[in-house]
């Protein structure tokens, strides 16, 4: 028997589920508002509009495409059949059926939609006291004031009833007219997770064995154990709306056995599917779903498989837009689910997803990572190494144990100041420049170190739409190797001018420096702007002489790319990864080489076996005759990328996966900065982290080292 208090609990969570449909249906405005879909009608479901910021505008259209892909496949598949029906679980203020109805797609279909009484009553009073929405209602009947029915038309039935209660819904649907032998669509929009496994379990069951003839859609998050995940539950939890299915199915493989297979409630595992169905009492014991088919992808590929590109190019178009490691990681941990009953129903399925082209290979144990160890005993100026985070930083080591970090964002704002980090007495500390030279505002830059010292930084971006054009250098009071640095770091920071042809001003490019012919050249390629979604020119500056200048450059030059890599290696470079113009990571590799004889440079493609997974926003280093690639983001592969290792004699490549069992926060490896430090087979990694979608930002908060030695031998 339940407690008191444990009905108020859970009265208290029923609340903030509910609370979830407010923020949901704000945004969903926001985003109809830029453009980026077509409704009329959401509008009048909210009492103050609010503009998103363009990451929260791109989900939300990624969700209300494949959702509206779902439901326009259905009602064409179904378009002969004389009844056919939507069914919205957990409906909140959606649109659908106004949508629906306004461009004439329903043709006879009837919408019914279930919800929390508390919110179809809310619904309810909006859409009668709203001249557009009520106008949307034809043979509109009173509903009963003790009945669920809240809103009762000839095409709209609006139910107020807790989905997990079965025995209620089947009777407040029957009430309200649904066939339960015509074709349905069942919409689960962000819904069942919410409720306990058992619960939403049992949804599912009830909803293919009521309904032969049905289509059942899903949208919600999955991948809980990554940094993202990790960040995304924290946020759920706070509001006390636990995600309560992304422990048991934790990817889409989980969720697609979930459908097929039977599901023993009494401890909640997975059995093959054999048909079986059977209760004990009034207590279920095993469930057989009952779903014949399902398909089940991430929302990554939904939008690069199943959006035209076209339409991709549209939504780009529309906001100005920098965040591509946010909008992956965000579409990595949302599905989009149809599962299907009958033969009908089975046309309308989502398209079975291609395999991967390339997966992780198979790796030796996890390198182990661990934070930074501070530097004791005080030295006056320094600092430690809490609150030194951020992103989209350019980091360039000026002498052993010497490490420049400059521009990027942070919590406290996008720095014009630069920092160093500075090994002493056993550790690391960071320390200010002086004097504070302001550095301006750049994000996605490069720092370069010179062969004579000294760096130049390249480019970079105050905002999507202003890049920052022309170089600075950086030089620095060359102190004596071991002195002690009892105040800050002197630098010189000045404009370099340049003769010749600039190249266009430009973001996540690459610059490395190279050799031809006894003369040292800034390497230049790739990288975007606010005109291109990615370059793909190779441009040189003559060191010497600070010139621009065009060299020779045999050889298919790798596509246009940007957030790669490219590292000095015998005078030339080595590229690899990269995001293309068409929104996808890249997995090649490519050298770039010194030709002789007056030639200039040579580009040949580095034939990799077993090809790496794509990814982007990584960081690499050469080490000897390999290229160590670290973190990243990728798309089609399970985790998140560790490590890398191709061997550039041979080859081959490893991944290894990454121990971070000593970080005691999530360790996100995108938008960051590494160094080498005094050993030959450590990393540091530095700053990292972005918006996690609408649950927050999440920064790595100091850095940490990474034991590169299994990987190296």
């Known amino acids: 028997m339940p407690t008191a208090n444990t009905k108020k609990q859970k009265k208290g969570r029923d609340t903030a589920v509910q609370g979830t449909n407010d923020s949901s249906v704000v945004s969903k405005v926001s985003a109809a508002a830029q453009g980026y879909f077509q409704d009329d009608f959401l509008q009048h479901f909210v009492c103050k509009a609010a503009r998103r910021a363009p990451l929260i505008n791109r989900g939300y259209y990624v969700r209300w495409r494949a959702v509206d892909h779902c439901v326009r496949t259905f009602l064409r598949v179904t378009a002969e059949c004389p009844k056919r029906q939507v069914l919205s679980l957990g409906a909140g203020f959606d649109s ?66 807790d989905v997990r209660e079965e025995s209620q819904v089947e009777q407040a649907l029957g009430a309200a007219g ?51 995940g990790r960040v ?16 048991q199915y934790p990817d889409t493989a989980a969720q697609r056995r979930r459908f097929l297979d039977k599901v023993d409630t009494r401890t909640h595992t997975m059995q093959p599917q054999t048909g079986v169905c059977f209760r004990a009492g009034s207590s279920v014991c095993v469930l057989f779903q009952g779903w014949e088919q399902c398909v089940c992808v991430d929302m990554n590929h939904f939008f690069l498989g199943l959006v035209s590109e076209e339409e991709r190019g549209r939504v780009e178009s529309l906001e100005p837009f920098d965040e591509h490691e946010e909008w992956h990681q965000k579409c990595s941990h949302y599905f989009i689910l149809t599962a299907c009953r009958g033969a009908l129903t089975a046309a309308a399925l989502l398209p079975h997803p291609a395999g991967p082209s390339v997966s992780p290979s198979p790796s030796p144990p996890a390198l182990s990572v661990r934070p930074v160890p501070a530097a004791v005993g005080g030295l006056e100026g320094l600092e430690g190494l809490e609150g030194l985070e951020g992103l989209a930083m350019a980091s360039t080591s000026l002498r052993p144990g010497l490490i420049l970090l400059t521009g990027g964002s942070s919590r406290g704002g996008r720095g014009a100041a630069g920092r160093v980090l500075l090994r002493a007495q056993g550790g690391w500390r960071s320390v200010g420049v002086e004097p504070a030279a302001d550095l301006g505002v750049r994000l996605h830059h490069t720092a370069t170190r010179l062969p004579g010292g000294g760096a130049l930084l390249l480019g970079g971006r105050s905002s999507p739409l202003r890049p920052v054009a022309g170089l600075c250098s950086v030089t620095f009071d060359p102190r004596p190797e071991g002195s002690e640095v009892r105040e800050a770091v002197k630098l010189c920071v000045e404009p370099t001018v340049c003769s010749g042809e600039a190249p266009p001003p430009r973001w996540r490019h690459s610059a490395a420096v190279v050799s031809s012919e006894g003369r040292d050249f800034l390497f230049v ?43 000095p290696f015998r005078g030339g470079v080595v590229l690899f990864g990269g995001l293309g113009r068409r929104g996808a990571p890249l997995g090649d590799a490519a050298l770039l080489r010194p030709a002789g004889s007056g030639r200039g440079f040579c580009w040949e493609a580095l034939d990799v076996r077993p090809p790496p997974v794509p990814r982007y926003s ?27 290792v191709i061997d550039m004699a041979t080859g081959g490549s490893v991944e290894f996966s990454l121990d971070t069992t000593s970080v005691p926060w999530p360790l996100m490896l995108h938008s960051f900065c590494s160094e080498t430090t005094d050993s030959e087979s450590e990393l540091l990694l530095i700053g990292g982290g972005g918006n996690c979608f609408s649950f927050g930002t999440h920064l790595n908060p100091q850095p940490v080292c990474l034991d590169l030695r299994p990987a190296l031998i």
Not at 112 to 136: Q, W
Not at 203 to 210: C, F, P
């Open 96 to 161: 659908l059926y106004f949508r629906l109805r306004a461009d004439g797609s329903l043709n006879g279909a009837v919408v019914f939609e279930v919800d929390f009484p508390d919110v179809a009553r809310r619904k309810s009073a909006l859409i009668l006291s709203n001249e557009t929405l009520s106008g949307m209602l034809d043979s509109h009947l009173p509903p009963s004031p003790t009945g669920p029915a809240c809103v009762c038309s000839s095409q709209y039935r609006l139910l107020g009833v």
């Open 232 to 247: 995304m539950l924290q946020h759920f939890h706070k509001l006390n709306s636990r995600l309560h299915a992304l422990r």
């Open 178 to 228: 649904l066939d339960w032998a015509a074709p349905t669509l069942i919409l689960s929009e962000v819904v069942l997770t919410y409720m306990e496994t058992r619960w939403s379990d049992a949804v599912i069951s009830w909803a293919a064995r009521l309904l032969p003839q049905s289509l059942l859609v899903v949208y919600e998050q999955i991948r809980p154990d990554d940094a993202f």
């Open 525 to 567: 390629f790739g990288g975007k702007n606010q005109r291109e979604a990615a370059l793909g020119d190779s441009c040189f500056l003559d060191l010497d002489q600070r010139r621009w200048t065009h060299l020779p450059v045999e050889g298919a030059a790798p596509e246009p790319r940007h957030s790669h890599s490219a590292c």
């Open 618 to 644: 990584h960081r690499a280093h050469v080490m000897g005759d390999k290229l160590v690639v670290v973190g990243g983001v990728w798309l089609h592969a399970d985790g998140v990328p560790g490590v890398a």
